[in-house]
């Protein structure tokens, strides 16, 4: 009995430990995957920092998302997001792409929140007409993985025990 508790005491030290250290500001990750002519992948925070000099009103804002890869290849493109009055939707700063569609983000144009739609958004290439289908998808937080991770292991934990006895 002794051992349980000492393995449940190390158990939430641990997962206290985690915790504290997962996401500092709170913020909430959103994995983009676009498909279409061409590909791309990346990830934006669902109120992402824009600097004085990466936004003009009514037009839109750019941004640096996390792990861009453009058809399978990082990149070190930027991002720009326009507002509904230029078609909506973003673009690559390099042309890969040009997208319009719905608006994806709320707010100003420095201080935007990013929709947190779950599913398949339909948009088009400006300049192709080509068909593209963003998905989009919450990445899970560190400190939910761990929950879920230490039940599992309470579980066979438990499991253990039982047969034992």
């Given at each position: ?78 991002l720009i997001f326009y507002d509904p009055a230029l078609l909506g939707a973003f673009a690559d ?59 599992l292991l309470a579980l066979a934990m438990k499991r253990t025990s039982s047969f034992r006895n």
């Open positions: 009995m002794r051992s349980t508790f000492r393995v449940a005491w190390a158990l939430a030290i641990f997962f206290l430990a985690c915790v504290g250290t997962a996401r500092a500001d709170g913020a909430t990750l959103l994995f983009y995957t676009l498909t279409g002519p061409v590909t791309a992948t990346f990830e934006l925070p669902t109120n992402p920092t824009i600097a004085d000099g990466d936004f003009d009103p009514g037009a839109g804002f750019y941004v640096t998302p996390t792990d861009l890869k453009i058809n399978g290849v990082s990149s070190s493109d930027f700063s390099t042309d890969d792409f040009s997208l319009v569609g719905p608006q994806l983000f709320t707010g100003s144009d420095q201080t935007p929140t990013m929709l947190p739609v779950s599913g398949t958004i339909p948009l088009t290439d400006f300049f192709t007409g080509a068909s593209y289908s963003l998905t989009v998808e919450p990445v899970p937080e560190p400190a939910s993985l761990l929950l879920f991770t230490s039940g």
